[in-house]
């Protein structure tokens, strides 16, 4: 088996810092919330920012995911944030996802970014009682917020999804499906275009007082914005693994079987581990499983095999009418916030930005931390003010 499925991780694209310099802006992370921090920035009308990536370019969790860019929460549930925040500030924060699905999109042309992006629809499939409650009540705080939900069940389902072992399912449209790895490059590429100076193989080691040393040199910087991701040593976020297994390329038949020919994203509605899915660019099955709390340290390289047991179990149950070989397998880590909401912290000179959980998510709360740095209102100062 393979792991490297999306790119060559090691691929360099940009220099490394080659002597000492200052910016307004130093962004630290070149992540999709690093990346999302300096497009946000540059929509501001700042000019003057610098992004350091400790190796390459969406070489973290970016870059490793699914790229099932979809609107949803992996911190909480939007039944639990309207009871806990309100209806209006859960629903500011679905809109701000949505836009950031608007935004990928957007960007995606307008940069002519090469990363297999196609809008699909993502269906949540339950298949026990438990699961089954959980749907009913997400499906309705959904229908609260207008958003463009459908329930599925019995022939439709059938129609939609064939596998026996759901007997209901959440549909909802605006989501995209990428190759992530080269969705990162794109848009990294995209922003160099606009005046964003990108170093990689620069890792910051230390920032205090304005000042940052790096491997290759040092940064005066007015403001400093930190996306680490799973590097920052922050209490209140938590590593979690997940692994991904990419099948052989299917047939148009064998997709058709599965009830995948219309390429719908899923995921199987489960409290904690769950199995996510899709059909990549090239017309492979993808199906992910995780979390699992890691404390240890990771290292990439290393496959959970108990992970890819799960999803070849899940795969002989699931689509059981064609045999697909996995070809590729991996796992990675994402950093996820302890609490219901992500981490954001905006101070004097540094802000915070991290474990949201998801890209579209981060995007959103990133966008919210850019605003507030510049001292701007943003449509979630409710929801992170409540
Ligand atoms: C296997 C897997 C599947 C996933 N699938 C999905 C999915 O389908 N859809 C979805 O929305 N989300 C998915 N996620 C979650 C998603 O990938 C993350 O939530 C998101 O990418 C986090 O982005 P980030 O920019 O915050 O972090 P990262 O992408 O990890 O970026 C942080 C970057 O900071 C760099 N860095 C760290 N320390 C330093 C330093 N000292 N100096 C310079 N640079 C530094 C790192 O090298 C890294 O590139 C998945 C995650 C995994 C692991």
């Given at each position: 088996?393979h792991k490297?499925?999306w790119g060559?991780?090691?691929a360099a694209?940009?220099?490394?810092?080659?002597?000492d310099i200052?910016?307004?802006?130093l962004i630290?992370?070149?992540?999709?919330?690093?990346?999302a921090a300096?497009?946000f920035?540059?929509?501001h009308?700042?000019k003057?920012i610098?992004?350091?990536?400790?190796?390459?370019?969406?070489?973290?969790?970016?870059?490793?995911?699914a790229?099932?860019?979809?609107?949803g929460?992996?911190?909480?549930?939007w039944?639990h944030?309207?009871?806990?925040?309100g209806?209006?500030?859960?629903?500011a924060?679905?809109?701000?996802?949505?836009r950031?699905?608007?935004l990928?999109?957007?960007?995606?042309?307008?940069g002519?970014i090469?990363?297999?992006l196609?809008?699909?629809e993502?269906?949540?499939?339950a298949?026990?009682a438990?699961?089954?409650?959980?749907?009913l009540?997400?499906?309705?705080?959904?229908?609260?917020m207008?958003?463009?939900?459908?329930?599925?069940?019995?022939?439709?389902?059938a129609?939609?999804?064939p596998?026996?072992?759901f007997?209901?399912a959440?549909?909802?449209?605006?989501?995209?499906s990428?190759?992530?790895?080269?969705?990162?490059?794109?848009?990294?590429?995209?922003l160099q275009k606009?005046?964003?100076?990108?170093?990689e193989?620069?890792?910051?080691?230390?920032a205090?007082g304005?000042?940052?040393?790096?491997n290759?040199?040092a940064?005066?910087?007015s403001?400093?914005?930190?996306?680490?991701?799973v590097?920052?040593?922050d209490?209140?976020?938590?590593?979690?693994?997940t692994?991904?297994?990419?099948?052989r390329v299917l047939?148009?038949k064998e997709?058709?079987a599965?009830?995948?020919?219309d390429?719908?994203?899923?995921?199987?509605?489960?409290?904690?581990?769950?199995h996510y899915?899709?059909?990549?660019?090239?017309?492979r099955?993808?199906?992910?499983?995780?979390?699992t709390?890691?404390?240890?340290g990771?290292t990439y390289?290393?496959t959970?095999l108990?992970?890819?047991h799960s999803i070849e179990?899940?795969?002989a149950?699931?689509?059981?009418?064609i045999?697909?070989?996995i070809?590729?397998?991996?796992?990675?880590e994402?950093?996820?916030?302890?609490s219901?909401?992500p981490?954001?912290?905006?101070?004097e000179?540094?802000?915070?930005?991290?474990?949201?959980?998801?890209?579209?998510a981060?995007?959103?709360?990133?966008?919210y931390?850019?605003?507030?740095?510049?001292?701007?209102?943003?449509?979630l100062?409710?929801?992170?003010?409540?």
């Amino acid at each position: 088996m393979h792991k490297n499925f999306w790119g060559d991780y090691n691929a360099a694209s940009f220099d490394r810092l080659a002597h000492d310099i200052q910016t307004q802006y130093l962004i630290v992370g070149g992540g999709i919330t690093g990346l999302a921090a300096a497009y946000f920035l540059l929509e501001h009308g700042e000019k003057d920012i610098v992004l350091i990536e400790k190796h390459t370019i969406g070489s973290g969790s970016t870059g490793h995911s699914a790229g099932m860019l979809v609107t949803g929460m992996e911190t909480s549930s939007w039944t639990h944030l309207i009871r806990t925040h309100g209806l209006p500030e859960a629903r500011a924060y679905w809109d701000a996802q949505n836009r950031a699905v608007d935004l990928i999109t957007a960007l995606v042309e307008e940069g002519h970014i090469q990363c297999d992006l196609f809008p699909e629809e993502h269906l949540r499939l339950a298949g026990n009682a438990v699961a089954q409650k959980q749907l009913l009540q997400d499906f309705s705080a959904h229908k609260m917020m207008h958003s463009r939900v459908s329930d599925l069940e019995g022939e439709k389902l059938a129609e939609e999804f064939p596998a026996d072992e759901f007997e209901s399912a959440e549909r909802t449209t605006k989501n995209v499906s990428v190759n992530p790895l080269s969705l990162a490059r794109g848009f990294a590429r995209y922003l160099q275009k606009r005046g964003v100076r990108i170093f990689e193989h620069t890792e910051l080691l230390s920032a205090a007082g304005g000042h940052a040393q790096t491997n290759h040199g040092a940064i005066t910087y007015s403001r400093i914005v930190r996306c680490m991701g799973v590097s920052e040593k922050d209490k209140h976020i938590q590593p979690f693994l997940t692994t991904i297994c990419v099948t052989r390329v299917l047939t148009t038949k064998e997709k058709e079987a599965i009830g995948l020919l219309d390429n719908d994203m899923f995921e199987d509605v489960e409290t904690r581990s769950y199995h996510y899915g899709k059909i990549t660019g090239d017309n492979r099955l993808l199906v992910g499983y995780g979390d699992t709390k890691h404390t240890s340290g990771f290292t990439y390289g290393y496959t959970h095999l108990p992970h890819v047991h799960s999803i070849e179990r899940f795969i002989a149950r699931v689509f059981d009418t064609i045999t697909p070989n996995i070809e590729y397998a991996w796992s990675a880590e994402f950093a996820l916030s302890k609490s219901e909401l992500p981490v954001v912290r905006v101070g004097e000179e540094e802000v915070l930005v991290n474990g949201a959980g998801t890209q579209i998510a981060s995007i959103a709360v990133v966008s919210y931390a850019i605003s507030k740095l510049l001292g701007k209102r943003h449509v979630l100062d409710e929801l992170f003010g409540s």
